[in-house]
Each structure stands twice: as C-alpha cells, then as structure tokens.
C-alpha cells in the first residue's frame, strides 16, 4: 500500500496572509442581498404570498420576549416579517422578490424576512402581548 501524500494547504478565498506569518486578515465583504431591490417609502410587505401567510410581524417587546426573539430583533421596528407555507423553498423564493428585501432566509421552520424601508404592521397572536389598541 502506498503512503498517502499530504494535501497541500489552500486557503480560504476571504483570508490573505498578513505581513506576520502567524497571523491571518480576514477581508470583510459586505453582506447586502444580491436580490434587494429599493423599496418606496413605507412600503408594507403583503401578508399572504402564494402558498404562504405572515405568521408575525411588528412586536412589541413584551411579546418578542414571549416568543422568544432576540433583544435586537428587526421585528421590534417594524422591518421584518415572517412567512409559513407548506413549501418554505418556494415560499424563500416568493420572498426573496419583495421589494427592500436585505434578508430572506428559512428558520426554525418559517420564512424570516428582513427589508430596508419597511413599515410592517402588529400581527401575530403571541407576538404582539401587550399592545394597548
């Protein structure tokens, strides 16, 4: 049996060697969606796509404290939303297509999309606890 010859060593495409030869840069690239487009003023993402529905919305901090958001969440201003469908990959798709779209990606078994320029309304059941109407 022939001994193996060790792989030679290749580097990441984002990592460059840096003037030391024990340290490594990374360079940052920007992670804006290639898919955003602009979206006008106050724009209101629709709360049915097709195969999918909004399942939440704009919260209040109560009620993302009870679903279990994050304390930053985009949810808590007003630009993000989140989908439920039966197919999430078409549904990512659909998404994906809104106008001011930054963010569109499949989590804990729902659509999260996040856009610059959003105005999303209250909804969800849980989500929106303590809003006085």
Same mark, same amino acid.
Request: avoid cysteine; proline fraction near 12%; charged fraction near 25%.
């Given at each position: 049996m022939r001994?193996?010859?060790p792989?030679?060593?290749?580097?990441?495409?984002n990592?460059?060697?840096a003037s030391s030869?024990?340290?490594?840069e990374v360079?940052?690239?920007p992670?804006?969606a $290639?898919?955003?487009k602009?979206?006008?003023a106050g724009?209101?993402?629709?709360?049915r796509l097709?195969g *999918?529905t909004?399942?939440?919305?704009?919260?209040t901090?109560e *009620? +993302?404290?009870i679903v279990g958001?994050v304390? +930053?969440?985009?949810?808590?201003?007003?630009?993000?939303v989140?989908?439920?469908?039966? +197919?999430?990959?078409a549904?990512?798709?659909?998404?994906?297509r809104?106008?001011?779209?930054?963010?569109?990606f499949i989590?804990?078994?729902h659509?999260?999309?996040? *856009?610059?320029?959003w105005n999303?309304?209250y909804?969800?059941?849980?989500? $929106? $606890?303590?809003?006085k109407?």
């Amino acid at each position: 049996m022939r001994p193996r010859r060790p792989r030679p060593r290749t580097r990441h495409p984002n990592v460059r060697k840096a003037s030391s030869p024990r340290t490594m840069e990374v360079r940052r690239q920007p992670r804006l969606a $290639t898919f955003a487009k602009p979206a006008p003023a106050g724009f209101v993402p629709p709360a049915r796509l097709n195969g *999918g529905t909004m399942t939440s919305g704009r919260r209040t901090p109560e *009620g +993302n404290r009870i679903v279990g958001g994050v304390p +930053n969440s985009a949810h808590l201003s007003g630009r993000a939303v989140d989908y439920d469908g039966p +197919n999430l990959p078409a549904l990512l798709e659909q998404a994906r297509r809104l106008p001011g779209v930054r963010k569109a990606f499949i989590h804990k078994g729902h659509v999260h999309t996040e *856009g610059e320029g959003w105005n999303v309304p209250y909804y969800g059941a849980r989500g $929106t $606890t303590g809003l006085k109407r």
